[in-house]
């Protein structure tokens, strides 16, 4: 999931992904972290001036093929004031602009990720209104990846070739 987390953070850093933002008139994700909490501390002044993309995630490990669910919590600058609703409006094309970027990424470790469900956060604590993006894949990052380049019990070859000259 490293692996995946580097790959997310420098999707955003590349020229032609800030392009896409720059022609809707909004910025790409300036701060990108892991998901701790950050959006219940109040003094936390990164997150209120800046759009964000905060990352976590959990594999389930009791399938036969792992699956990871990852979970993008997304916040665009003082979204939190609703007397300007021109800024709904930036925060609606930042939320398809960042899922534009996510949807079908991979790594060697993880399938593509695919949506799976979406939606605001209505957690009260929260300083920030947050948007979820939630994805899954699959997973080859720990456990044996005898799925994902299979194995040869036994190989019966025959001698039977035909020569026509």
């Not at 850093?13 to 008139?25: A, H, L, M, R």
């Not at 996510?102 to 209505?122: M, Q, R, V």
């Not at 604590?125 to 899954?136: A, G, I, P, R």
Request: net charge negative; aromatic share 12%; glycine share 4%.
């Amino acid at each position: 999931m490293k692996e995946l987390y580097h790959k997310i953070v420098n999707e955003f850093s590349k020229e032609d992904v800030i392009n896409i933002f720059t022609k809707e008139g909004i910025s790409q994700p300036q701060y990108i972290d892991l998901y701790s909490q950050q959006d219940f501390d109040e003094t936390n002044t990164e997150l209120v001036t800046k759009n964000n993309l905060l990352i976590d995630w959990t594999v389930n490990h009791k399938e036969k093929s792992p699956i990871a669910t990852l979970v993008c919590r997304l916040s665009y600058g003082q979204f939190h004031n609703t007397s300007e609703h021109g800024t709904d409006d930036f925060f609606l094309t930042y939320i398809d602009k960042v899922h534009e970027i996510l949807k079908g990424l991979e790594t060697k470790s993880t399938g593509k990720l695919s949506l799976i469900d979406e939606g605001f956060s209505h957690d009260e604590k929260s300083t920030l209104n947050v948007y979820l993006l939630q994805y899954e894949c699959s997973y080859f990052g720990r456990n044996n990846t005898i799925e994902r380049i299979g194995t040869y019990d036994k190989v019966t070859l025959k001698n039977e070739l035909k020569y026509d000259f």
